[in-house]
């Protein structure tokens, strides 16, 4: 899902950190894991209100050293329904998307 959104880039770091990030311009929305343990866990932005509520849910924590900033890992995807994830998803990718100078974003619609 992350790479079909307008503009959006992934940049894989391998060992140590083994994380995969999906950034639009230079404003990263999204962090997974790609290796064990907790391959596939994933970070991302959500609402002060939605951080409250998912990081009272099971599976779900805030985000290390970026969790002030409302960032939250997903440590078991499976354990939320695929859409509630793609809304969450795209609220990260918008937000970075609106961190973006008013040039940069008509130059990504314009693609």
Not at 28 to 41: G, H, N
Request: charged share 20%; glycine share 6%.
């Amino acid at each position: 899902m992350c790479a079909s959104l307008a503009g959006a880039n992934a940049t894989l770091y391998g060992a140590p950190s083994n994380i995969l990030v999906y950034a639009v311009g230079e404003k990263k929305f999204a962090y997974f894991k790609t290796s064990e343990p907790e391959q596939w866990r994933f970070s991302l932005r959500v609402t002060p209100s939605r951080f409250l509520e998912l990081t009272d849910m099971p599976g779900i924590k805030p985000a290390r050293y970026m969790g002030r900033f409302h960032w939250v890992t997903i440590v078991h995807p499976n354990s939320l329904p695929g859409d509630y994830l793609a809304e969450l998803l795209d609220w990260s990718y918008q937000k970075a998307l609106s961190a973006l100078s008013r040039a940069q974003r008509a130059a990504l619609a314009a693609c």
